[in-house]
Nanobody, 123 residues
């Protein structure tokens, strides 16, 4: 069982930055690949970024490539999402998720989810 708690969301102006954190309770955190998804009002939850269990490989959605960076610290059981040059279209609830398989990009591929953190980007 893995419990995930996101933090770091907030309100930011376009062009600004935020760093999201996701703290995991699992003893075997380093066995899980991690990802960030987001869901805007009225839209489906979509893949943002994923990172392998050891942290050596990562994947990004085209819409965030070059602006967002996913990273992890297995000693702290935490995964991060650094978001730079934010745009109003990045406004969404951001969720972290865990899976034992990698790489995976679909919502149904992830077994554990956090409660989400709101990111709002004003123009």
């Amino acid at each position: 069982q893995v419990q995930l708690v996101e933090s770091g969301g907030g309100l930011v102006q376009a062009g600004g930055s935020l760093r999201l954190s996701c703290a995991a309770s699992a003893r075997s955190f380093s066995s899980y690949a991690m990802a960030w998804f987001r869901q805007a009002p009225g839209k489906e939850r979509e893949f943002v970024a994923a990172i392998s269990a050891a942290g050596g490989r990562s994947y990004y959605a085209d819409s965030v490539k070059g602006r967002f960076t996913i990273s992890r610290d297995n000693a702290k059981n935490t995964v991060y999402l650094q978001m730079n040059n934010l745009k109003p279209e990045d406004t969404a609830v951001y969720y972290c998720a865990a899976t034992t398989r990698f790489p995976k990009f679909g919502r149904s591929d992830y077994d554990y989810w956090g409660q989400g953190t709101q990111v709002t980007v004003s123009s």
